[in-house]
């Protein structure tokens, strides 16, 4: 085991001591206080106008889904949903969906 000592220490390597350089000074962080980047303030825009848009879903067409299922015109074939819903959760076992 050439390069360990006895007390499990590299060997021949030069040893860290500390030097008498100053201190190098810490860069600031900034804050939520700064004044934002172009690019920051156009990422804080955008974020803004998807948390205020809605989810893109067609009511019209879920309205009349409602309303035949309501009347009973709607078929949901219960073992289809069941077999669909197992193919995702267990893609490996088959992924029979189609049943």
Do not use: E
Request: net charge negative.
């Amino acid at each position: 085991m050439d390069g360990i000592d006895k007390t499990g220490g590299a060997s021949g390597l030069p040893q860290l001591r500390p030097t008498s350089a100053a201190p190098v000074a810490a860069t600031p962080v900034p804050t939520a206080t700064d004044a934002k980047t172009p690019a920051a303030a156009q990422t804080s825009d955008l974020f803004a106008l998807l948390a205020d848009a809605s989810a893109p879903v067609d009511t019209k067409k879920v309205d009349a889904i409602k309303s035949l299922i309501a009347s009973g015109a709607y078929p949901i074939d219960a073992r289809a949903v069941a077999a669909k819903m197992v193919a995702l959760d267990f893609p490996a076992s088959g992924g029979h969906a189609d049943a």
